[in-house]
């Protein structure tokens, strides 16, 4: 390319560039826009632990262990979030509710699971569902009832054990 159309070529996209310029930060930092987060609300939580509830059941119900541990594993972590990012709910204390239900009914089913009890996960899981329900209850939210499901909702998924690979 010859010099000059080199030359015509850079000017022509100088105002180009100095248009791409990202902004210059504001000279003082509560001049900055407010960066909004998202934060899930109680129902999208709870909506998340409903599914896993569901897959924890049809797992352990085919004595697939190692997805029922899974399953269990993401409940806990859901209610964790939850812990951390909504502590109360109409005034109660909604962290302290879920603590309960984490080291009693889970710590239980984690039991079952871990020892392949079967019948241990049975009940284990009828208790955390009867859990949830009181909870559902406490909050004013009795009309919100789990129980074990009749049907997979999930039928993309197939529950039964695997063989190890």
């Keep these: 390319m010859p010099r000059r159309t080199f030359v015509l070529a850079l000017a022509a996209l100088m105002p180009l560039a100095a248009a791409a310029q990202p902004p210059s ?5 509560h001049d900055q826009p407010a960066v909004k987060s998202y934060i899930p609300g ?4 709870m909506s998340v632990i409903q599914s896993e509830h569901a897959k924890l059941w049809y797992a352990g119900h085919a004595r697939n262990w190692p997805l029922a541990g899974y399953a ?3 409940i806990k972590e859901v209610m964790s979030d939850v812990q951390d990012l909504v502590p109360t709910f109409k ?5 302290d509710m ?3 239900v984490i080291t009693g009914e889970i710590a239980g089913l984690e039991k079952a699971i871990d020892h392949h009890d079967g019948k241990a996960f049975d009940a284990g899981f009828d208790k955390l569902t009867a859990a949830c329900n009181a909870c559902h209850r406490a909050t004013g939210n009795g009309f919100i009832v789990i129980r074990r499901p009749v049907r997979p909702a999930f039928p993309n998924q ?8």
């Design 98 to 100: 879920l603590d309960s």
């Design 72 to 74: 269990l594993s993401e």
């Design 91 to 95: 005034d109660l204390p909604l962290a």
């Design 25 to 29: 930060h504001p000279a003082h930092p």
């Design 158 to 165: 197939d529950f039964a054990p695997q063989p190890p690979r």
């Design 42 to 45: 109680l129902e999208q939580f």
